[in-house]
Structure formats: structure tokens, C-alpha cells
């Protein structure tokens, strides 16, 4: 059963670099069907949408977090990562990576998601 | 950015009631509208995709329909494990976007 797990440091100062990595068990990152993606939710608001990655390495990000996005893919390893720059603040939230059909872009399998705060 | 309006902000409801909760996008976005669960502490479940398709392992009673830029999310007999906040989510076009959500309690 496929099964996704996010991991990373929890706590990021302010300014610097939010790094996650999700990794994907029990089947391959390397499949036509699916994309990656991570969604993010600040504690006790909704849920924002950061981009997604195929197999492939082509990327799309949220306009509103582009220009301090990358999302990268290691199909040797079989997961794919997160890096969000600059970070405040604000960036402080759950951090959920998730499988996303590759012609309709929902969210049909979580992971247990990763909890960053960003504070000095 | 397409917008994703849900109504109510909450509810409350007893049990074996029926539950509708709206989502209205700015919009047309067709069918291409999803719909989660998230419990308490949780991670996001997904329960109904494509406005109406309820995902393999869904009870039955739940149930999505649509009609132009409205959609509607259905419980049909409302069940204690059901408390959850309710997300819509609009996949027609790039960036996804979501709704703030509908938190569902029991009365």
C-alpha cells in the first residue's frame, strides 16, 4: 500500500530556508499517472496549495509562494522535496506532501504531514 | 485565482440529520471540484471528487452534486464519527485553490 512520509527539520529561524523531504513507500514516484505535491496549513486556518512535481521533474507553483519555491525529485530514492526561502513568521504550519492525479490535480492520498514553526 | 466560497462558516447538527454544506466558486470551473474531510487533529481525507464521484472507501452517505458554480457536499444521515471540517477544492485551473473551510459538530 502506497504511503507517504514527510521529514525535516521542525523548527526554521526566520530568513532562512525550510527544507522537506517526502518519501514515497510501497510503490514508485516514477509512475505516468501521478504527480507530487505538498499543501501547507497554518495552525487553525485552511489549506494553500505550494506545487506540485512529476516524475519527470516538471514543476508548477502556487504564483503567491513562487518566487521562494522548489520542489525537486530524486526517482533513485524515490522522493521529492521541498525548499521554501526566506521564510517568516507566517510560513509556520503544517506541511503536508501529497499524490495528485496526473490529469485531474486533487489530492487522493496525504501524508501524516510535518509541523514547521519558523521562529528566532 | 479562482475563488471557493463555502457556506456555513459552521454547523451544528444531530445525529441522523441530513447535512448540506455549499462551496460556490468566482467562476466556471465545471465538475472539477473535490471535496475533504479532516477530523480533528487529522490529515485531510479525500471524500468526492469530479463534483460527484465519491472515493473508493467513502460511506455511502455521503454524496456531491453540482449546478453551474454551485456545489453541494450532502450527509445524508449525519453519524458521530462525521464531526470534521469539510474543505472544497477547485482543480480546473492552476493555482488549486480552497475553500476556508466548514467546521461540522454534533448538537
Known amino acids: 500500500q502506497l504511503q507517504l512520509q514527510e521529514s525535516g527539520p521542525g523548527l526554521v529561524k526566520p530568513s532562512e530556508t525550510l527544507s522537506l523531504t517526502c518519501t514515497v513507500s510501497?510503490?514508485?514516484?516514477?509512475?505516468?499517472?501521478?504527480?507530487w505535491g505538498w499543501i501547507r496549513q497554518p495552525p487553525g486556518k485552511g489549506l494553500e496549495w505550494i506545487g506540485n512535481i512529476y516524475y519527470s521533474g516538471n514543476t508548477y507553483y502556487n504564483p503567491s509562494l513562487k518566487s521562494r519555491v522548489t520542489i525537486s525529485v530524486d526517482t533513485s530514492n524515490n522522493h521529492f522535496s521541498l525548499k521554501l526561502g526566506s521564510v517568516t513568521a507566517a510560513d509556520t504550519a503544517m506541511y503536508y506532501c501529497?499524490?495528485?492525479?496526473?490529469?485531474?490535480?486533487?489530492?487522493?492520498?496525504w501524508g501524516r504531514g510535518a509541523l514547521v514553526s519558523v521562529s528566532s | 485565482d479562482i475563488q471557493m466560497t463555502q457556506s456555513p462558516s459552521s454547523l451544528s447538527a444531530s445525529v441522523g440529520d441530513r447535512v448540506t454544506i455549499t462551496c460556490r466558486a468566482s467562476q466556471g470551473i465545471g465538475t472539477f471540484l473535490a471535496w475533504y474531510q479532516q477530523k480533528p487533529g487529522k490529515v485531510p481525507n479525500l471524500l468526492i471528487y469530479g463534483a460527484s464521484t465519491v472515493q473508493s472507501g467513502v460511506p455511502s452517505r455521503f454524496s456531491g452534486s453540482a449546478s453551474g458554480t454551485h456545489f453541494t457536499l450532502i450527509i445524508s444521515s449525519l453519524h458521530p464519527e462525521d464531526v470534521a471540517t469539510y474543505y472544497c477544492q477547485q482543480y480546473s485551473s492552476a493555482p488549486v485553490t480552497f475553500g476556508q473551510g466548514t467546521r461540522l459538530e454534533i448538537k
Open positions: 501529497a499524490r495528485l492525479p496526473q490529469v485531474d490535480w486533487y489530492f487522493d492520498l
Open positions: 510501497g510503490g514508485s514516484i516514477s509512475t505516468r499517472n501521478y504527480y
